[in-house]
């Protein structure tokens, strides 16, 4: 082997042992006298004295290796002598969990036996070694907070999914998630535990107690006289529910919470710890002592300026050091022991990791004096020590023990070699890398020094007297002006603190993403590029396994990190290339989403499955960019797709088998399980086989490789391109500019953090509303509850929404703003982007505008009103975009559009796009409602029109005042905000297309035929079940459903009086087709919903005052003055024609009642004259009542409208000749006949024969096809 380090000369096979003096010149070794004092100097005998040169051996290389084999036996223990000699202790000496019959119910057990995750209800576990006498101790790293019981069982012990550690007796354990201790009974014990946090188990079975602390703090004695005796030994166990996780230290590693008088389960390796150390002050020793040849004479020297410069003598005297210590570095005891607190103390006087050049020099040492084994399993287990001490150190005020771990791996990542290794083999195949990315919140704030940190609370008070939340901006007294800035001014203390923190982890990120360490294999950026990949691909293919998952909250600060460092490369790029974009003006080129270099799996694309892709749109690849798909690979990837979900069924039906055959101590694959092991354990699942098992190689006939290279193999090369090879950017569009964006491995992690965003970050942003809320409810009542919601909201705002976050998460918005209208410019091919850029934008924007604020607010980013517009014209032109496919993404976008039109501010944004993409837009919204989602479409057409409608300026029904407590964030209770221009294209777009505005209106009214039909359905079922005598329960999916087809019935008149109220003349102006027909069924429906609602004791009544929970949008005011506002405009506010035509309508159908007219005035009469009393009793519904919504001005037309009505329908019915039977349409039996069809001559009359010939052509009675239809008229009679 010829393992080489940077910036050293020798080799390890090249030096050689020899004394003479003629050979000494040469080798550059120094004379005999001052080579015996420099050694004995380096190995001193073991009480430290040194004896006179006249006594002491003469040392030199030729028996330096007895010698120090001589100081090391010295002091040596043997260890199987002393696991022989441990008294109140039966099992192995190598402590571990019993993965074999010590377990109850499905776990999923770590490799190394120490970590563990529930799998079922509550599974149990228990170690393999058990104590009966002596005091012991264990240590368990808490993983994850949930339900668990941790402590003490005894061999006899039985549990099952409902009883675990401490349900039964002889089994004891402690409960932080519900801060109890169990032992068959339970009672309060102890404090509540965090993920991070450490319980140490402590047993006494001299005194016959059990006690716990938490993070080294003791919480007390749990239980005293515990039973002992012949027969009772008890074993560490723990029972957790499912998907919790933890991992045990049985004394494996250094305990690190060690309590003085208990030894751990497992002994530490003395005999190893011994020599390590010794070792370890030999090494330190050679560092600081030098060598003076000229005077020849041995000198002192600082460590910080120790080089090893080509000095023989040295190399020679550390390859006998390392000859000892390197198998030691191998053990993970040793390396966090030994070597991880001396490089600790290296880094410990304080200044930049580049201050401290020793550590470099030691690695360098390493990767020359040690085996690559051995130098690999020590860099590994390094790191693991480092991480695991980072993620479970308590947070202290400074943040100091997180700083000083962070510092350590820095160092050790700028050792090119030992990153490149770690990069290649351990940061993301062993390790959780993506911990060290993360700060954790700490739940007890006493702990973490918030309380000095932040001796003043503060909170936003939006509340009134009573209670009730306040929309209005109250001014601050002068004690709140001061509470809040004491409170801000603490919160900008600890601002200061945690960025210490972040700088460091983006370091760590630098170092991994540097692309100009050549040496020795590919730069360091393109490893990370691949592994990246991968650990994305991990995350999206495996969303319904949460065992596998990255946790959010991991994922929003490495997402966070990862945008710093990716800046600072993109900026450095830009001020070397000036032509280059800047990271202001980021976006991903489109070629990306089809050119196959970079694998996007099996994310949904715009306009489908990517295989779909290939084969309907390769003629368009190859027109405008360049690109060939061989026939045979379209072959290729379709059989492959039929390939997998065979192997898919397989694999599952299977599944059971492979659980059994480990009787259900199932190895964990997990992320939530060890604080550090994340894919180097057994998997047993089907979605781990096909992470590791590449899917398909790429196609050998494949002309440009449409699927990407297998991510582990791809080169710099592959990604930059070089001599004319583009690389990930191969395949550009016309439309896309020439100018260079920046290095193409920053583009493909740009879109690995925008892919980052839509798999978990943007439900964890959501998640500072607990504590918020909870803080809000707490209000007034508990003041200690509210401080410490207070400071734990403070320390949540700093480090995920502080305003450099939101300013990240703003970032990405118009990051993904850009490569979507990008994407857009060529045409066919934007169906090749992947969904999440879409989904990304929206839910980005919906963060921004919810989750980061009071604290800071959307307003004051750069450049807001102008992004707003431009995602305003990403949502009104692509909610419809034929390109795109997928039903989810489809109404994601309607409902992004809806949410935005809900908003004076977002609302604006879409009146500033381009005029043609509002009419398009309007076009749009304005297609027939069948066979597409017409809920949304309806919706968004309602809050262009709230505001303007007759007593339709409310932001909460009247009725709802009382009974719900409102939510002002709901887009639902937004003020009302209508928009004159959009209505304006809606009334011009009715106006000049005479087949839209029927093709719409009669889907309106058939929606609202069904919704209204459906909702008088559904109560009368709801008050059938009530009016039964025994006792039963109406289904809350049943009354969630009426209630919505109540509102869907409100929304769709009240799109209809915006129809009216803007283009009469659609049903007015009878020379327009279908207006008569639009007329008729309009009024039909009118009186129906009126009947229905207003009949004197029917069955809305009832149900209204049944008032059921999820009914309670159901009420009187809101469908009834939509219709009137309806009838208002046809019948008063219209020229007399208009007027004229509607009412003959109105009072033609046969369903007309003027009592429905009168009732929304108040003026309800009797049915008989004893029904008087009873119903005077009875408050009626009268529009009169409700003056804070509707004006007097409305009031008095509608008075106008029953007077109207009154007047009209006296004369009708005066003048209105007896029909016979035979005249009477056979049909309706409400019309007389007025049409006889062609050629058939069979008769109806008109508003049948047209509502009729819309859905069918075939004759009523005889199906002839009709040809056409004339007017009718009965000839006279002699």
Not at 309 to 321: D, F, M, R, S, Y
Not at 494 to 515: G, M, S, T
Not at 575 to 585: G, Q, V, W
Not at 1127 to 1150: C, H, I, Y
Request: charged share 25%; net charge neutral.
């Amino acid at each position: 082997m010829t393992s080489r380090a940077p910036g050293t000369t020798f080799s390890r096979k090249n030096y050689r042992l020899s004394t003479e003096p003629e050979k000494s010149k040469v080798a550059g070794i120094v004379n005999s006298k001052l080579l015996n004092d420099y050694l004995h100097r380096i190995f001193p005998i073991a009480d430290g004295t040194q004896p006179t040169a006249a006594y002491r051996k003469h040392l030199s290389f030729q028996n330096l290796q007895e010698h120090v084999e001589g100081l090391l036996a010295e002091d040596a223990v043997s260890e199987d002598g002393q696991d022989q000699g441990v008294e109140g202790r039966l099992g192995p000496s190598t402590v571990v969990l019993d993965h074999t019959s010590g377990f109850e119910g499905l776990l999923l057990v770590d490799d190394d036996l120490l970590g563990v995750i529930g799998h079922s209800n509550f599974g149990s576990i228990r170690a393999t070694t058990c104590v009966y006498k002596g005091k012991w101790i264990y240590e368990v790293l808490i993983s994850s907070q949930g339900l668990m019981q941790i402590g003490w069982c005894t061999l006899n012990c039985r549990f099952n999914q409902e009883e675990g550690v401490g349900d039964t007796p002889d089994s004891y354990a402690y409960d932080g998630n519900r801060v109890r201790k169990w032992n068959v009974t339970t009672t309060n014990y102890g404090k509540s535990w965090a993920a991070g946090d450490i319980v140490s188990c402590l047993i006494d079975l001299d005194e016959g107690s059990i006690s716990f602390c938490l993070n080294g703090v003791s919480l007390g004695t749990a239980f005293d006289n515990i039973s002992r005796g012949s027969g009772m030994a008890y074993f560490p166990a723990i029972s957790l529910s499912f998907k919790e996780s933890v991992a045990f230290n049985f004394g494996s590693r250094p305990l690190r919470y060690p309590v003085e008088g208990y030894r751990p389960l497992q002994d530490k390796p003395a005999a190893d710890l011994a020599k390590a150390q010794k070792l370890l002050g030999y090494l330190k020793n050679v560092i600081h002592t030098g060598i003076d040849v000229m005077e020849g004479k041995l000198v002192e020297r600082e460590a910080s300026t120790w080089q090893l410069q080509g000095e023989p003598t040295v190399l020679i005297t550390l390859a006998h050091i390392f000859n000892s210590f390197a198998p030691l570095m191998c053990k993970v005891y040793l390396v966090e022991d030994v070597l991880m607190n001396f490089l600790l103390s290296i880094l410990e006087g304080g200044g930049s990791v580049e201050a401290h050049p020793l550590i470099q020099q030691l690695l360098d040492l390493m990767w020359l004096l040690m085996e690559d084994y051995e130098v690999h399993e020590c860099l590994k287990q390094l790191l693991m020590s480092l991480l695991r001490a980072y993620r479970f150190s308590p947070i202290v005020p400074d943040l100091g023990l997180q700083i000083h771990y962070l510092r350590l791996t820095i160092a050790i990542l700028k050792h090119e070699k030992s990153r490149k290794y770690l990069l290649h083999n351990v940061l993301f195949d062993v390790l959780r890398s993506v911990v060290f990315f993360y700060i954790k919140s700490p739940l007890r704030v006493e702990e973490a020094g918030l309380q000095e940190l932040i001796p003043t609370t503060w909170w936003p008070n939006r509340f009134n007297k009573e209670g009730k939340e306040s929309k209005e901006i109250k001014d601050e007294t002068a004690e709140e002006r001061l509470r809040r800035r004491a409170y801000e001014r603490g919160c900008q203390r600890l601002k200061k603190r945690i960025e210490v923190v972040e700088e460091l982890q983006v370091q760590i990120l630098k170092l991994l993403l540097n692309n100009k360490d050549h040496g020795g294999g590919g730069a360091s950026r393109y490893i990370f590029l691949n592994k990246f990949r991968k650990f994305l691909q991990e995350n999206a293919s495996n969303r319904g396994n949460l065992t596998v998952l990255c946790p959010p909250e991991y994922m929003v600060c490495f997402l966070h990190r990862l945008i710093s460092a990716l800046k600072h490369y993109w900026d450095e790029y830009n001020m070397k290339n000036p032509l280059a974009m800047s990271s202001e003006d980021a976006y991903v080129p489109p070629q990306l989403f089809y050119n196959g270099k970079v694998d996007y799996f099996d994310l949904q694309r715009l306009g489908g499955l990517l295989s779909h892709l290939k084969k309907t749109l390769k003629d368009e690849l190859a027109s405008k960019a360049n690109i060939l798909i061989d026939p045979a690979e379209l072959q290729a990837v379709t059989m492959d797709d039929l390939d997998e979900d065979e192997e898919s069924a397989v694999s599952t039906a299977q599944r059971p088998a492979a659980a059994l055959a480990i009787g259900g101590a199932l190895a964990r694959p997990s992320w939530l399980s060890s604080p550090t092991l994340g894919r180097a354990n057994r998997f047993l699942s089907t979605a781990a086989v096909s992470l590791m098992t590449p899917r398909r190689s790429p196609g050998a006939l494949e002309k440009v490789k449409v699927r990407t290279l297998n991510m582990e193999q791809r080169t710099e090369e592959d990604i930059e391109g070089s001599h004319g090879n583009e690389g990930l950017l191969l395949g550009r569009p016309a439309e896309e500019p020439e100018q260079p964006i920046t290095e193409n491995s920053l583009l493909e992690i740009l879109d690995g953090i925008v892919m980052m965003y839509n798999l978990s970050v943007h439900q964890q942003l959501g998640k500072r509303r607990d504590i918020h809320d909870e803080l809000v409810k707490s209000q007034k009542v508990f003041s200690e509850k509210l401080n410490h919601l207070s400071r734990r909201l403070a320390w949540i705002n700093v480090t995920i929404y502080s305003k450099e976050k939101m300013q990240d998460i703003y970032w990405l918005l118009r990051v993904c703003i850009r490569t979507i209208e990008h994407g857009d410019r060529i045409g066919s091919l934007f169906a090749f982007m992947p969904e999440f850029y879409l989904s990304v934008a929206m839910n980005s924007y919906s963060a921004l505008k919810n989750y980061f604020s009071p604290v800071n607010s959307m307003e004051e980013l750069p450049g807001y009103e102008e992004t707003l517009t431009h995602l305003a014209a990403i949502l009104a032109k692509h909610f419809a975009d034929s390109r795109i496919v997928g039903t989810d993404i489809r109404d994601s976008l309607m409902q992004a559009l809806a949410s935005y039109v809900c908003y004076p501010h977002s609302l604006r944004a879409v009146e500033r796009i381009p005029e043609l993409q509002r009419i398009s837009m309007m076009k749009n919204l304005l297609a027939p409602y069948e066979q597409r989602p017409w809920a949304q479409t309806n919706w968004i057409l309602v809050r262009l029109w709230r505001g303007c409608g007759f007593g339709y300026r409310y932001t909460r029904l009247p009725h709802l005042l009382k009974t719900k407590p409102e939510d002002a964030n709901l887009p639902s209770l937004q003020k009302p905000c209508p928009s004159t221009l959009l209505q304006r294209h809606m009334a011009d777009l009715l106006r000049s297309d005479r087949e839209m505005a029927p093709s719409f209106l009669n889907s309106v009214l058939n929606q609202l035929n069904w919704a209204f039909s459906e909702f008088i359905g559904m109560i009368q079922e709801i008050q059938q079940a009530a009016e039964r005598l025994e006792r039963n329960f109406v289904d809350s999916r049943q009354l969630k459903v009426c209630a919505t087809c109540f509102d869907l019935s409100v929304s769709l008149l009240r799109v209809l009086e915006m129809t009216v109220t803007l283009a009469p003349e659609i049903f007015l102006d009878w020379s327009r087709p279908s207006s008569e027909l639009l007329l008729r069924r309009l009024a039909q429906l009118l009186n129906q919903v009126l009947n229905r609602v207003t009949a004197e004791r029917n069955l809305f009544d009832r149900v209204v005052n049944l008032r059921l929970p999820g009914l309670e949008s159901v009420d009187h005011y809101p469908i009834l003055v939509a219709v009137t506002g309806i009838l208002v405009r046809l019948l008063v506010d219209t020229d007399f024609q208009g007027a004229e035509r509607a009412t003959a309508v109105l009072l033609a159908d046969p369903c007309f009642q003027l009592r429905s007219i009168q009732y929304l005035l108040g003026n309800t009469e009797p049915l008989v004259l004893g029904m008087a009393s009873a119903s005077a009793d009875k408050k009626h519904f009268s529009l009169q009542s409700y003056t804070d919504y509707i004006s007097q001005e409305e009031l008095a037309k509608v008075e106008q409208m029953l007077g109207h009505l009154s007047e009209e329908s006296k004369q009708a019915a005066a003048s209105t000749l007896p029909t016979s039977e035979e005249d009477l349409c056979p049909i309706c039996y409400a019309h007389p006949i007025s049409a006889v069809f062609k050629p058939c001559s069979h008769k109806s009359c008109k508003a049948c024969i047209n509502q009729h010939l819309m859905n069918n052509k075939d004759c009523f009675f005889c199906k002839a096809t009709i040809t056409g239809v004339d007017d009718y008229m009965k000839p006279a009679t002699s």
